[in-house]
């Protein structure tokens, strides 16, 4: 233990990092060069106060994070015509010091909660794996450091898996989430390499690798409105190949016309219908499997979830990091001072913007807000809900009634 | 980090984080303290066998079900 310190010499370092924790964009960089100069703290001291103290005040404020999304990298090997994260895109890597102080992060914020889980993500993420092994095996040492448990996915193209990466991933319980929009007709059309060829073949290989190792095969399917029509069909032909778990979301960032809009109700009825009726174990479909969303507005974003950035910076989530890696939309900190912006994190876990936006708009009892990132695509403003996305929630909400019921049954 | 580093934190500068971390926890606290504190927690209606991906995949709101924030909030 270190002598203690003088008490005159810190008097008032409450008054002078009171205003700069409170601000609305905190400069910790200003804050740390004051606690050195005027309060005579060495550098690790003044980040050890910083990340000390808003993790108490955190703790006190808001629920554990409990998820953690690393971006091993800004790389993709593919050029998707509709990626979210166009404008992050770039060629840096997260550094093992990095992932490694997020790791740490995840972990003391954890609190009192026993399960963490981490999703490795990019750009392309395999396009890291040396990044991926290293926070996996970190994170596993402090989980058992720390008598906590510990899960882990990834999601990826598919393009670059092989024999040595699937086994890595099964020996580490990492559980792959392949991202298909549909059979070959709709792959291709938008899932694309640098060269403008298709990718859809080369993910079968994927699917056929990954199966002997991972039993259950998920996939994330993205429905652009040139696709709509085959949703049914993408959806039972992959399921023939082996994919055991959908997740369906419809294109963001885009205008949907009222005709493609009606098409894609249709198509998601019909595969409500043949779920329910094929009562299929070996078959998970999220979208119908979900009950309503309660009163609640908002997401994990940020409360019970964050992401990283390949250079430390921490986002509420990656899909909001995809507007801008550099400069973040809703920066909740970093992983060397820990979550400083705390009226960020206020307002997102709070959404109180976003429900109030929601009651203006006559659609708070029917809707809770959407998704942030996509909220931001269409309006420019977090909180102010998109009204296509409101309008897919109905669509969504029509082709689901019953269904979760008769699952449960 | 602060796993560690709290270990080697001066008790007199622990004691500032302590005063300062209540001071600005108290401000905040005022508004909606309850509702900040609830979590997320997923209702499906089915169990899961633990080969699932989790809804924490994607983030959409729709992916987490919040019944017991519902019973939470009914309180």
Redesign the interface.
């Known amino acids: 233990m270190e002598p203690i310190i003088d008490d005159s010499k810190i008097d008032g370092v409450v008054e002078f990092a009171q205003p700069i924790l409170l601000s609305t964009e905190p400069n910790i960089g200003s804050l740390r060069a004051g606690l050195e100069s005027t309060f005579a703290l060495s550098p690790q001291e003044a980040r050890d106060f910083i990340y000390g103290t808003v993790l108490q005040i955190n703790g006190k404020l808001f629920p554990p994070i409990t998820q953690l999304e690393l971006v091993h990298t800004e790389g993709c090997n593919l050029a998707c015509t509709y990626c979210f994260e166009k404008d992050m895109l770039g060629y840096r890597r997260m550094s093992p010091e990095i992932s490694r102080a997020a790791i740490d992060l995840l972990f003391d914020y954890s609190g009192q909660e026993k399960t963490l889980q981490i999703t490795h993500f990019g750009g392309e993420p395999t396009l890291n794996f040396t990044g991926i092994t290293i926070a996996t095996e970190y994170a596993e040492a402090r989980a058992a450091r720390y008598g906590k448990s510990i899960k882990f996915d990834m999601t990826t193209n598919g393009v670059l898996l092989n024999q040595q990466m699937t086994e890595y991933f099964a020996d580490h319980a990492i559980m792959v989430l392949l991202s298909i929009d549909g059979l070959q007709n709709s792959h291709d059309r938008f899932r694309i390499d640098k060269k403008g060829r298709g990718t859809f073949f080369r993910v079968l290989q994927a699917i056929k690798l990954l199966k002997r190792t991972q039993s259950w095969i998920g996939v994330k399917m993205t429905v652009m409105p040139q696709n709509v029509g085959a949703l049914v069909e993408d959806v039972t032909g992959l399921y023939d190949l082996g994919v055991n778990q959908f997740i369906i979301g419809y294109a963001t960032g885009m205008p949907w016309c009222n005709d493609d809009m009606a098409e894609y109700a249709s198509q998601l009825n019909k595969l409500a219908k043949w779920y329910k009726e094929g009562a299929r174990k070996d078959l998970r479909i999220d979208e119908f499997d979900e009950t309503d969303d309660g009163p609640h507005f908002g997401c994990q974003a940020g409360r019970t979830s964050v992401a990283v950035t390949v250079d430390g910076q921490v986002s509420p989530c990656s899909k909001i990091m995809g507007f801008s890696s550099t400069r973040l939309v809703c920066k909740l900190g970093d992983v060397w001072n820990g979550l400083t912006n705390i009226r960020n994190r206020m307002d997102i876990v709070g959404c109180e913007r976003l429900e109030s936006a929601c009651a203006e708009r006559g659609i708070a009892n029917e809707f809770r807000g959407g998704c942030f990132a996509v909220n931001y695509g269409e309006t420019g403003d977090l909180y102010t809900p998109s009204l296509q996305e409101h309008t897919f929630s109905l669509i969504k909400r029509s082709a689901c009634s019953g269904c979760a019921a008769n699952r449960c049954s | 980090?602060?796993?560690d580093?709290?270990e080697?934190?001066?008790?007199?500068?622990?004691d500032?984080?302590?005063?300062?971390?209540d001071?600005?926890?108290s401000?905040?606290?005022e508004?909606?303290?309850a509702?900040?504190?609830?979590?997320?927690k997923c209702?499906?209606?089915?169990a899961c066998t633990g080969?699932?991906?989790?809804?924490?995949?994607?983030?959409?709101?729709?992916?987490?079900?919040?019944?017991e924030?519902?019973e939470l909030?009914s309180q």
């Not at chain 2, 080697?8 to 622990?14: D, T």
């Not at chain 2, 509702?35 to 997320?40: D, T, V, Y």
């Open positions: 980090m602060a796993s580093s709290t080697r934190i001066n008790p007199n500068v622990a500032k984080m302590r005063q300062l971390a001071l600005i926890t401000e905040l606290s508004r909606t303290a509702r900040l504190a609830l979590g997320f209702t499906v209606d089915y080969q699932e991906f989790t809804c924490s995949t994607f983030r959409c709101p729709g992916s987490f079900k919040v019944k924030l519902r909030e």
